[in-house]
Nanobody
Framework: QVQLVESGGGSVQTGGSLRLSCAASGYTGSRYCMGWFRQAPGKEREGVAAYYTGSETSHYAASVKGRFTISLNFSQNTLYLNTFYLQMNNLKPEDTAMYYC?????????????????WGQGTQVTVSS
């Protein structure tokens, strides 16, 4: 059972930065996909970024490319506990949403929510103008 624990949301002004964290545990494989999604009120959940550990590739939505960066940190203490980050710079009011990290075995397209089996609890990001 994969467990995901998110942190790092908050409120910032336009142009500000935030870093979201997602601590993942419970997976014993080495190839998986970690994604970040967001959902604003009244809108569908959309993929923001994803990272594939097998190919070590990252993917971004056009709306955040150049502003957001997905990265990961392998824990030195526990082999299967990884923390994923979403660094968000130059935030805009349209980035306001609940952000979720998600875990999947892999596959394509990366931005399809159905690809992911496990989800974090969500963390709110609010950007004011």
């Amino acid at each position: 059972q994969v467990q995901l624990v998110e942190s790092g949301g908050g409120s910032v002004q336009t142009g500000g930065s935030l870093r979201l964290s997602c601590a993942a545990s419970g997976y014993t494989g080495s190839r998986y996909c970690m994604g970040w999604f967001r959902q604003a009120p009244g809108k569908e959940r959309e993929g923001v970024a994803a990272y594939y550990t097998g190919s070590e590739t990252s993917h971004y939505a056009a709306s955040v490319k150049g502003r957001f960066t997905i990265s990961l940190n392998f824990s030195q203490n526990t082999l299967y506990l990884n923390t994923f980050y979403l660094q968000m710079n130059n935030l805009k009011p349209e980035d306001t949403a609940m952000y979720y990290c998600a875990f999947g075995d892999g596959g394509w397209p990366w931005a399809s929510p159905s690809l992911y089996n496990y989800w974090g609890q969500g963390t709110q990001v609010t950007v004011s103008s």
